[in-house]
Nanobody, 123 residues
Framework: QVRLVESGGDLVQPGGSLRLSCAASGFTLSVYAVAWFRQAPGKEREGLACMSSDGGSTFYVDSVRGRFTISRDNAKNTVYLQMNSLKPEDTAVYYC????????????????WGQGTQVTVSS
């Protein structure tokens, strides 16, 4: 069974930090580009970050650049999103995704999706 499973979402205060994890099973994540998306109520799903399959290239959307960092551990078949300096505007369901070609900002390019994990930033 091919799966991506996100974890680590929580309620945090503004300015806080959180690390999300995305564990892959049923396929080898190392041969895929991996990405993080988020979706807030009433908004479109938004691409945040992507890393190429070899780890050599990363991409970030302007709103998270400098605050969020995508990484991967191929030995654990897991991708991470480190989130620092969190803002209330970051509140959303966060999803990981993978694609067997190159990184894309378009959600419909991705082959595998996780179920999402809720991040709430509030005082």
């Amino acid at each position: 069974q091919v799966r991506l499973v996100e974890s680590g979402g929580d309620l945090v205060q503004p300015g806080g930090s959180l690390r999300l994890s995305c564990a892959a099973s049923g396929f080898t994540l190392s041969v895929y580009a991996v990405a993080w998306f988020r979706q807030a109520p009433g908004k479109e799903r938004e691409g945040l970050a992507c890393m190429s399959s070899d780890g050599g290239s990363t991409f970030y959307v302007d709103s998270v650049r400098g605050r969020f960092t995508i990484s991967r551990d191929n030995a654990k078949n897991t991708v991470y999103l480190q989130m620092n300096s969190l803002k209330p505007e970051d509140t959303a369901v966060y999803y990981c995704a993978s694609v067997n070609v190159w990184c894309s900002s378009s959600a419909n390019s991705y082959r595998h999706w996780g179920q999402g994990t809720q991040v709430t930033v509030s005082s």
